[in-house]
């Protein structure tokens, strides 16, 4: 026998086999079961959540001569055989993304007229149906307006906002969504116990998250681990083989900040770099840690002796986090927004839980980028440079800042030992300052900004309170326009 990849071989063959879609299997099986069958469904949903194989079955059902039930095809006649081996004359397959074109849709549609050839319906399942052409549509659009008895479509798509609503008003509509990731995790294990496939738990929950919602891609990927583990699949391996940061890193990560640990954390970096993890995807591993430690703060019997913190502060790194994750998008740099979104996290732990880890010098500590910048003695010149800098690391007697390319070019050594002296002073200690490219906007320039916003909006709501302004105001019938500092 051929061999099969786990994905096709296991892919649904009737309604009952689809998994985490019950709403739709159940609509479906309703109906075919009403006397007279639409002659056009639609699919939606993200890809990998099985719309073309419930368009499948669905044809099956649609074209069974054998089922005593029309829900239950019976894949054993010639109708079901030949669309499961893909050669039935009455079941047409299209992919509209690579037939777009109005000329291609009308030779489609020139067949709709002719009766089927062996089977009760002429059935058209047209795949990402969302790329057809404007003109295509129209066309395809007549078809639907007066289709013949013997005809049905099928359509699927993963942008439904794309599909003309005259189009959809004439179709029964599905939307798939996408798997939680019990329901693949749940049918990973069948599939692993009946292809005799050795694995751990942890292993199936991790191939579970990383499908993203999608059964096919979690059977591709389980595929690629089977075939490169030995004996049995392990978490382990599962990290190593999708270059997956481990689980210890992630712990370690959030323990260096929920302890301070500007060292630890900086080693953690490290790693994250040396093994070109993708920046992002650690802070959403990170995210999921804080998630399972806030919900195991409620469960008394897990073990959160070297993770303590306080539940709100919790919640405070979450948000942080969180907000940071959309910046992914944007960052040309994304190991440096990684790196600031954590220092972002430690200078936002409040001082309380600050103090019971501590294990930095106070200095160190006590000294905050871009706050501190007023404190330095610099000309103005250097002072201008550094007011759009921002820290990218500061451990032991080494500060990294950030600038942008145009700015770093024309620094002078000169200027670089004017900042060193400036902060070694500062801070009571010899420090080594660098700088890198970066475009990150915690700058102090950005910072003074912010606060003489602020500044102007209290004192414009100062303002707006005082009864003889107002009195004023009125009288002459004007406007507060701006506010600013004297
Ligand atoms: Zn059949």
């Known amino acids: 026998m051929t061999y099969q ?50 368009a499948r079955i669905l044809a099956k059902a649609i074209n069974c001569s054998n089922s005593k039930k029309k829900s239950q095809p019976c894949r054993k006649c010639d109708s079901c055989l030949s669309i499961e081996n893909g050669s039935a004359i009455d079941f047409q397959e299209v992919d509209a993304a690579s037939r777009r074109g109005v000329e291609e849709t009308k030779e489609l549609l020139d067949s709709v007229p002719y009766l089927p050839t062996s089977s009760p319906f002429k059935i058209y399942l047209l795949d990402e149906i969302h790329m057809l052409s404007k003109e295509s549509f129209n066309s395809l659009l007549k ?39 019990d329901n693949i995790k749940n049918q990973l294990q069948l599939i692993f116990d009946e292809e005799k496939i050795k694995y751990d738990d942890n292993s199936l929950i991790k191939l579970s998250s990383l499908a993203r919602g999608s059964m096919r ?43 301070r640990d500007s060292k630890k954390l900086i080693e953690n970096i490290e790693e994250v770099k040396i093994n070109f993890y993708d920046p992002e995807q650690i802070l959403i591993d990170l995210l999921s840690l804080i998630q399972e430690v806030a919900l195991s703060q409620f469960d008394e019997k897990a073990d959160l002796s070297d993770l303590s913190i306080e539940p709100q502060n919790l919640q405070l790194i979450y948000d942080l986090g969180i907000s940071n994750l959309e910046y992914f998008k944007l960052s040309p740099k994304p190991e440096s927004l990684l790196t600031m979104t954590f220092l972002k996290m430690i200078a936002f732990l409040p001082e309380s839980s600050k103090k019971k880890s501590l294990n930095t010098n106070k200095d160190e500590t006590d000294f905050s980028w ?18 759009h800098a921002s820290m990218i690391e500061y451990h032991d007697s080494e500060m990294h800042f950030g600038i942008n390319q145009e700015r770093l070019n024309i620094i ?34 950005e910072f003074e900004k912010i606060r003489s916003q602020k500044e102007s909006k209290q004192a414009e709501d100062d303002l707006k309170k005082d009864s003889s302004l107002n009195e004023m105001l009125e009288k002459f019938d004007g406007k507060i326009k701006k506010v600013s500092k004297i």
């Open 217 to 259: 891609d979690a059977l591709t990927l389980s595929e690629k681990v089977i075939s490169f583990s030995e004996g049995k699949i392990t978490e382990k391996k599962v990290e190593e083989l999708m270059g997956l940061p481990s689980s210890e890193l992630i712990q370690s990560i959030l323990k260096s900040i929920i302890g």
């Open 5 to 54: 990849v786990l994905a096709r071989k296991w892919r649904p063959n009737t309604f009952d086999e689809v998994v985490g879609q019950d709403y739709v299997v159940k609509a479906l099986k309703g109906a075919l079961d009403l006397e007279k069958l639409p002659h056009a469904f639609i699919f939606s949903g993200t890809r990998g959540t099985g719309k073309t194989t419930l």
């Open 412 to 445: 002078t050594k000169n200027q670089i030992k004017e900042v060193e002296d400036a902060l070694s002073i500062l801070l009571k200690k010899k420090l080594k300052v660098s700088f890198k490219p970066s475009d990150l906007t915690e700058t102090p320039f």
């Open 143 to 181: 078809t639907l307006e007066e289709p013949p008895e013997h005809v049905v479509f099928l359509f699927a798509t993963t942008e439904i906002d794309k599909v003309p609503p005259t189009v959809l008003s004439r179709c029964v509509q599905f939307n798939l969504s996408a798997m939680k990731v």
């Open 370 to 387: 871009p706050e501190d910048f007023s404190n330095l003695d610099l000309t103005k010149l250097t002072a201008q440079f550094m007011s």
